[in-house]
Protein backbone atom coordinates (compact mmCIF):
# COMPACT_ATOMS: atom_id res chain seq x y z
CA UNK A 1 0.00 0.00 0.00
CA UNK A 2 1.29 3.46 -0.77
CA UNK A 3 1.35 6.00 1.68
CA UNK A 4 0.17 9.02 0.34
CA UNK A 5 -0.11 11.10 3.88
CA UNK A 6 2.53 13.51 2.35
CA UNK A 7 0.60 13.77 -0.86
CA UNK A 8 -0.44 16.81 -1.45
CA UNK A 9 -1.60 19.23 -4.80
CA UNK A 10 0.23 22.43 -5.58
CA UNK A 11 -0.80 25.60 -4.16
CA UNK A 12 -3.24 27.16 -6.89
CA UNK A 13 -2.26 30.30 -9.02
CA UNK A 14 -3.84 32.68 -10.87
CA UNK A 15 -2.39 29.95 -14.32
CA UNK A 16 -4.92 27.83 -12.69
CA UNK A 17 -8.83 27.36 -14.20
CA UNK A 18 -11.08 27.93 -11.47
CA UNK A 19 -14.41 29.08 -10.72
CA UNK A 20 -16.71 29.07 -7.60
CA UNK A 21 -16.40 31.68 -4.59
CA UNK A 22 -12.67 31.94 -3.92
CA UNK A 23 -14.28 32.54 -0.08
CA UNK A 24 -16.04 28.47 -0.67
CA UNK A 25 -14.31 25.09 0.22
CA UNK A 26 -11.48 24.47 -2.24
CA UNK A 27 -11.45 21.30 -4.15
CA UNK A 28 -8.68 21.08 -6.73
CA UNK A 29 -9.55 18.22 -9.63
CA UNK A 30 -6.80 16.13 -11.32
CA UNK A 31 -8.91 14.56 -14.37
CA UNK A 32 -9.27 13.40 -17.70
CA UNK A 33 -11.75 14.38 -20.77
CA UNK A 34 -11.94 10.64 -21.66
CA UNK A 35 -12.71 9.39 -18.24
CA UNK A 36 -16.17 8.48 -17.10
CA UNK A 37 -15.84 8.24 -13.74
CA UNK A 38 -14.53 12.08 -14.03
CA UNK A 39 -17.79 12.67 -16.03
CA UNK A 40 -19.05 11.77 -12.84
CA UNK A 41 -17.13 13.57 -10.64
CA UNK A 42 -17.81 16.25 -12.68
CA UNK A 43 -21.40 15.83 -12.62
CA UNK A 44 -21.51 15.06 -8.59
CA UNK A 45 -19.61 18.51 -8.21
CA UNK A 46 -21.40 20.71 -10.01
CA UNK A 47 -23.83 21.81 -7.98
CA UNK A 48 -21.86 22.06 -5.01
CA UNK A 49 -20.98 25.75 -3.61
CA UNK A 50 -17.33 25.07 -4.06
CA UNK A 51 -14.52 26.99 -5.58
CA UNK A 52 -13.38 23.75 -7.63
CA UNK A 53 -9.76 23.72 -9.62
CA UNK A 54 -9.48 21.77 -12.26
CA UNK A 55 -5.86 20.17 -13.84
CA UNK A 56 -5.16 17.77 -16.53
CA UNK A 57 -3.89 14.48 -16.07
CA UNK A 58 -4.20 13.38 -19.48
CA UNK A 59 -2.10 10.18 -20.40
CA UNK A 60 -1.92 9.04 -23.87
CA UNK A 61 -0.75 6.00 -22.90
CA UNK A 62 -4.47 5.05 -20.92
CA UNK A 63 -6.37 6.85 -23.95
CA UNK A 64 -4.94 8.07 -27.52
CA UNK A 65 -7.28 11.27 -27.18
CA UNK A 66 -6.11 12.17 -23.69
CA UNK A 67 -3.77 14.60 -25.05
CA UNK A 68 -5.80 15.87 -27.56
CA UNK A 69 -8.91 16.58 -25.76
CA UNK A 70 -6.70 18.04 -22.86
CA UNK A 71 -5.05 20.75 -25.32
CA UNK A 72 -8.42 21.46 -27.25
CA UNK A 73 -9.81 22.69 -23.69
CA UNK A 74 -6.91 24.70 -23.59
CA UNK A 75 -7.10 26.35 -26.40
CA UNK A 76 -10.59 27.24 -25.75
CA UNK A 77 -9.36 28.81 -22.92
CA UNK A 78 -7.58 30.88 -24.68
CA UNK A 79 -11.01 32.13 -26.08
CA UNK A 80 -12.37 32.55 -22.71
CA UNK A 81 -14.28 29.13 -23.29
CA UNK A 82 -12.36 26.71 -21.35
CA UNK A 83 -15.50 25.73 -18.39
CA UNK A 84 -17.82 25.77 -21.39
CA UNK A 85 -15.65 23.06 -23.50
CA UNK A 86 -14.70 21.68 -20.11
CA UNK A 87 -19.11 20.95 -19.48
CA UNK A 88 -19.42 20.04 -23.13
CA UNK A 89 -16.83 17.35 -23.11
CA UNK A 90 -18.07 15.90 -19.89
CA UNK A 91 -21.53 15.97 -21.17
CA UNK A 92 -21.03 13.90 -24.05
CA UNK A 93 -17.61 11.62 -23.88
CA UNK A 94 -19.17 9.28 -26.81
CA UNK A 95 -18.06 12.10 -29.54
CA UNK A 96 -14.55 13.16 -28.96
CA UNK A 97 -12.96 13.14 -32.59
CA UNK A 98 -11.99 16.12 -34.36
CA UNK A 99 -15.23 16.56 -36.24
CA UNK A 100 -17.03 16.87 -33.19
CA UNK A 101 -14.58 19.20 -31.62
CA UNK A 102 -15.23 21.26 -34.74
CA UNK A 103 -18.70 21.02 -34.02
CA UNK A 104 -18.46 21.77 -30.34
CA UNK A 105 -16.03 25.20 -31.38
CA UNK A 106 -19.00 26.04 -33.66
CA UNK A 107 -21.51 25.67 -31.28
CA UNK A 108 -19.43 27.87 -28.68
CA UNK A 109 -18.92 30.38 -30.84
CA UNK A 110 -15.16 30.41 -30.99
CA UNK A 111 -12.80 31.09 -33.75
CA UNK A 112 -12.40 27.53 -35.80
CA UNK A 113 -8.78 28.95 -37.14
CA UNK A 114 -7.76 30.40 -33.56
CA UNK A 115 -9.50 26.98 -32.03
CA UNK A 116 -6.96 24.98 -34.49
CA UNK A 117 -3.81 27.22 -34.42
CA UNK A 118 -4.12 27.30 -30.48
CA UNK A 119 -4.73 23.81 -29.63
CA UNK A 120 -1.28 22.88 -32.13
CA UNK A 121 0.32 25.49 -30.05
CA UNK A 122 3.32 23.90 -27.99
CA UNK A 123 2.77 25.95 -25.14
CA UNK A 124 -0.50 24.56 -24.71
CA UNK A 125 0.71 20.79 -25.08
CA UNK A 126 3.69 22.14 -22.19
CA UNK A 127 1.23 23.71 -20.25
CA UNK A 128 -0.93 20.38 -20.25
CA UNK A 129 2.20 18.45 -19.36
CA UNK A 130 2.69 20.63 -16.89
CA UNK A 131 -0.57 19.80 -14.93
CA UNK A 132 0.77 16.00 -15.47
CA UNK A 133 4.04 15.94 -13.96
CA UNK A 134 2.56 17.95 -10.59
CA UNK A 135 -0.15 15.88 -10.69
CA UNK A 136 2.77 12.59 -10.52
CA UNK A 137 4.43 15.21 -8.05
CA UNK A 138 1.39 15.21 -5.60
CA UNK A 139 0.83 11.55 -5.80
CA UNK A 140 -1.81 11.36 -8.20
CA UNK A 141 -2.20 7.55 -10.16
CA UNK A 142 -5.31 7.69 -11.31
CA UNK A 143 -8.04 9.78 -12.37
CA UNK A 144 -10.68 11.58 -10.92
CA UNK A 145 -7.87 12.89 -7.49
CA UNK A 146 -9.57 15.41 -5.98
CA UNK A 147 -7.82 17.35 -2.82
CA UNK A 148 -9.83 18.36 -0.37
CA UNK A 149 -8.96 20.56 2.56
CA UNK A 150 -5.06 19.60 1.16
CA UNK A 151 -6.20 15.59 1.05
CA UNK A 152 -6.07 13.40 -1.40
CA UNK A 153 -8.83 11.40 -2.50
CA UNK A 154 -8.80 8.84 -5.43
CA UNK A 155 -12.13 8.13 -7.67
CA UNK A 156 -14.99 9.98 -7.70
CA UNK A 157 -16.46 11.97 -4.57
CA UNK A 158 -18.81 9.56 -2.43
CA UNK A 159 -21.76 10.45 -0.51
CA UNK A 160 -19.90 11.49 2.85
CA UNK A 161 -17.87 14.05 0.87
CA UNK A 162 -20.84 15.48 -1.09
CA UNK A 163 -22.73 16.13 2.47
CA UNK A 164 -19.02 17.38 3.93
CA UNK A 165 -18.84 20.01 1.21
CA UNK A 166 -22.53 20.83 0.85
Known sequence: MVDLSS?????????????GS?????VVVYSDFTCFECAVANERLGPLP???V???????SRHPRSLAL????????RQDAFWAMHD???????????????????????????????RRDPLVLARVTEDVQA????????????FVDGRLHPGPPDAAMLAALA
Do not use: K, N
Not at 135 to 142: E, F, K, Q, T, Y
Open 88 to 118: SLYADQGHIDDPHLWARVESLGLDLARFEAD
Open 135 to 146: AMRAGVASTPTL
Open 50 to 52: IRR
Open 7 to 19: AAAAPVTARDWAR
Open 54 to 60: FRHFALA
Open 70 to 77: ACAAEAAG
Open 22 to 26: PDAPL
